[in-house]
Structure formats: C-alpha cells, structure tokens
C-alpha cells in the first residue's frame, strides 16, 4: 500500500504523525516497538481461574458444522428478535482476531459484524496498521443483537460462550483484541475498567493466544479524542503478532 495512502487511513482516524519528514507507517510502527521492553510484551498469569470457557462436547465442530449451529441456536431469547444471526467473518487462519460485544442495528440486518459506522472506523484502524477487513477475523461476544443494543445478559453470554471458543480454537490467532469494555470484561473474567486493562499482553486459562484490550470504535466515534491511544495500543498488537509469527 502506497505512503499517501496510509496517511489519507490515519488522518480519517484522526491520527497526525507529527515527524518532521515523510516515514512510512511501518517504519513508525517499528521505531515505536523496537524499544519496548520485553516486560511490556509479556503475558502475565492470570491468578483467578475463570469458569470453564471451553463449553465443549466430545465431538468439536468444524466451521460448516458451527455456523450451522449458530445460525439454527435458540438457547436465549434473543433469537426471537433477530433478524440475522452475525456469525463472524475474515480470514479464517488470520495471525489477529478482534472480538467486539455484539451485533448492532446493521449489523443483525446484514449478517456480518461490524458494518455499520463503527465498522468502517475499524476498516480504516486495520489499514492504518497494514491490514485489511479480509486478512483478519472479526467476531462479537453475542451472535444476535440485543434489544436497543443494550448491554449483553450474563445468561445470554454464557450461552454464546462456546460458539466463539471454538472460533478461536479453529482460527488459532497470534493475538486476540478485545473491542471495548464488554468484550473485555467477559473474556479476562475481569471487573477492572477498560483503561486499566490496556497495555498488557494477557493470558487466560482456556484461551491460548494473548488477549490485548483497546477501546470500540464506537466510543471513539463518541469520543475522537482517545484515537490516538487506540493507535498506540494498534501498534503493540503488530509487534505481538510480528513476535509471535518469528518463532
């Protein structure tokens, strides 16, 4: 991808590099993550044991199988009111995967997560760091859309648990980001805000890849201002994945 074109993504998240010459983007990146401290980049152990994650049976489905399940599911209300499930969607082997909390409006009518103006802010988040919506898997924590996009029900998210454990067993990422406080929480089992959550590598018990924690584009729509600490916690998922693809 051209330079001009990196720079035409980072100025529609808002993000000004404010070197006195032209760099290319991943040489910023490179520069910002060669000097990381490898503490920074560490996975620290996560004391408390979360309730059992995996949800699985003796027979593990392939991808056909789970989305057919998805798709078919009727294990909480909220497949009443759906219009579409929103399975997930991206590259089936990505090195990243983003989880974001669940469908919105667009979202349950189109079937695909994140496609609405929160997603195109994620599209532009993505090529700002050298990746495209395709390269990469995006999936919600629900499958169907809450009513007036509440905040998910604890029974609704224990009973779409296993459908994005095994979407994470089958994509086997590098590192996975977690999109906002909902994602968050649920997937660290953790009360902590979302702000003390960022900047760390972390590793649960059930989930094998890293998890890293950054704001929904959809609070940055609300509240530009916090781009740029989105585009630091960006550069960190590269260099973690960049790690991770080296050994």
Not at 53 to 82: F, I, Y
Not at 138 to 145: D, E, G, P, S, V
Not at 202 to 223: E, S
């Amino acid at each position: 991808m051209q330079e001009v074109t990196r720079q035409q993504y980072l100025q529609a998240m808002g993000i000004q590099l404010w070197e006195g010459r032209v760099v290319p983007v991943l040489d910023v990146i490179d520069t910002a993550t060669e000097n990381l401290q490898p503490e920074h980049l560490s996975l620290p152990s996560t004391e408390q044991q979360p309730a059992d994650m995996t949800g699985q049976t003796d027979s593990k489905p392939d991808w056909p199988e789970l989305q057919a399940s998805v798709e078919n599911c009727t294990d909480c209300q909220l497949h009443e009111s759906r219009i579409y499930p929103v399975f997930g969607c991206g590259n089936r082997q990505a090195s990243v995967m983003f989880i974001g909390e669940a469908p919105g409006a667009d979202e349950d009518r189109q079937g695909e997560p994140f496609v609405g103006r929160a997603g195109q802010l994620l599209n532009e988040m993505l090529l700002a760091i050298g990746f495209s919506r395709e390269q990469v898997y995006i999936a919600n924590i629900l499958k169907c859309r809450p009513p007036n996009n509440r905040d998910p029900h604890e029974s609704e998210i224990q009973c779409c648990e296993h459908y994005l454990i095994r979407q994470i067993e089958l994509v086997q990422p590098d590192v996975i980001v977690a999109l906002g406080r909902v994602a968050a929480q649920n997937l660290l089992k953790s009360d902590s805000n979302l702000g003390s959550l960022r900047g760390q590598a972390h590793k649960v018990a059930g989930i094998l890849p890293p998890i890293m924690v950054t704001y929904h584009p959809a609070y940055l729509l609300r509240k530009p201002t916090d781009k740029r600490k989105v585009w630091e916690d960006l550069k960190v998922v590269l260099a973690t994945s960049r790690q991770a693809g080296d050994k």
